[in-house]
């Protein structure tokens, strides 16, 4: 069992930068492959980014590429992603998950999730 807390998220201004952190629970960290998921208001969960367990793979979505980086550390346990130049449209909560694998990305394919934490962008 692993179990997510998400941290950082906030208020900031459109071109600014964020850096979220997910601090996992369990001895089994570092086998899991970490993703960001994102929802805004009336919107489904979209994935963000995953990184796979060494941290050597990574993957996102055409709409953060080049903005967004996700990252680990597994000797602390602990996901990054760092949002830079911001847009009004990245205002979401924004969901740490974990899996065993790595492969397609989706909701279905992860096991565990945070509770989420609030990253707002304002204009």
């Known amino acids: 069992q692993v179990q997510l807390v998400e941290s950082g998220g906030g208020l900031v201004q459109a071109g600014g930068s964020l850096r979220l952190s997910c601090a996992a629970s369990g001895r089994t960290f570092s086998s899991h492959a970490m993703g960001w998921f994102r929802q805004a208001p009336g919107k489904e969960r979209e994935f963000v980014a995953a990184?796979?367990?060494?941290?050597?793979?990574?993957n996102y979505a055409d709409s953060v590429k080049g903005r967004f980086t996700i990252s680990r550390d597994n000797a602390k346990n602990t996901v990054y992603l760092r949002l830079n130049s911001l847009k009004p449209e990245d205002t979401a909560v924004y969901y740490c998950?974990?899996?065993?694998?790595?492969?397609?990305?989706?909701?279905?394919?992860?096991?565990?999730w945070g509770q989420g934490t609030q990253v707002t962008v304002s204009s």
């Open positions: 990184i796979n367990w060494s941290g050597g793979s990574t």
């Open positions: 998950a974990g899996r065993l694998g790595w492969g397609r990305e989706g909701e279905g394919e992860y096991d565990y």
